[in-house]
């Protein structure tokens, strides 16, 4: 069954956005990865599918802009979406797709120089993450263990 997060306000045009997001846990799996941007808000590392781009090779990419670091791609997670409006006031469905990952080694710099990595602790995730569709993603790895 399809997750769907925030609120669709009848009358608005939203416009979709896939992307793909990675849940990457530290060896002892007590934190979470996160890219964490310019205004202090934290996101699961990925983004927006480029046309013709497999799910596999944006997450790649994605990785590699906002992280530096190659990761080896695991299993499937889920699909989940959320309404929400950009901090321009656009209305957004983003339609994510969420992947298990490692990191591997690392390859550059990262090409995004307003995002940081940060570890952030599994209890603080439903606190820190802006989307609520990167909380259930992280969630679903921790229920299952």
């Known amino acids: 069954m399809l997750k769907v997060f925030g609120e669709k306000i009848v009358g608005m045009d939203y416009q979709l956005r ?12 007590d934190k979470v990865l996160t890219v964490q941007n310019s205004k202090g808000h934290y996101f699961l590392p990925g983004g927006g599918i480029v046309e013709g781009e497999s799910y596999e090779e944006c997450l790649q990419r994605e990785m590699l802009e906002e992280t530096g ?12 979406m959320r309404y ?12 994510g797709y969420f992947y298990l990952a490692e990191i591997l080694e690392k390859i550059q710099e990262p090409i995004e120089d307003d995002n940081y990595n940060r570890w952030i602790d599994i209890e603080c995730v439903s606190r820190l993450l802006v989307h609520d569709h990167h909380c259930w993603a992280v969630k679903e790895i921790i229920n299952k263990r």
């Open 84 to 95: 929400f409006q950009s901090t321009k006031n656009e209305p957004l469905l983003n339609e």
């Open 69 to 80: 670091y190659k990761v080896s791609i695991g299993p499937f997670i889920g699909t989940a």
């Open 18 to 29: 896939k992307g793909v997001y990675a849940v990457i846990f530290n060896n002892t799996r």
